[in-house]
């Protein structure tokens, strides 16, 4: 299995905007549901901060992740600069 995190201070009123997006339900998740290789999207709000939010994206394996985002690419930047309007830091945690 390959996993990538992201980290993300959403920009005040923005949160449920960014939980429709990046929720089990949103935008990402059904590009990357296009896909049989992905395994599925975690989205875990930080206990404290107020708009912190963590992404766990997760694939069969790394080449699976990178063949995907090399074939939607277009789609891929589509949806990312539309999010980066309710998103005031985004920052890759890792992938592991």
């Known amino acids: 299995m390959f996993v990538t995190l992201w980290e993300f201070e959403v920009k005040r009123g923005c949160e449920e905007l960014f939980e429709k ?3 089990p339900e949103g935008a990402w998740v059904r590009l990357f549901r296009q896909d049989r ?3 599925g999207t975690r989205l875990f709000r930080e206990v404290g901060a107020e708009r912190v939010y963590l992404t766990l ?3 069969e394996s790394r080449q ?3 063949e995907f985002r090399e074939k ?3 789609e891929y930047a589509r949806i990312d600069t539309y999010c980066e309007r ?3 830091r985004e920052a890759k945690v890792g992938e592991f």
């Open 72 to 74: 939607r690419a277009a």
């Open 57 to 59: 994206d997760c694939w």
């Open 21 to 23: 997006s990046y929720g």
């Open 86 to 88: 309710i998103t005031a």
């Open 64 to 66: 699976a992740y990178e």
């Open 37 to 39: 290789r992905y395994l």
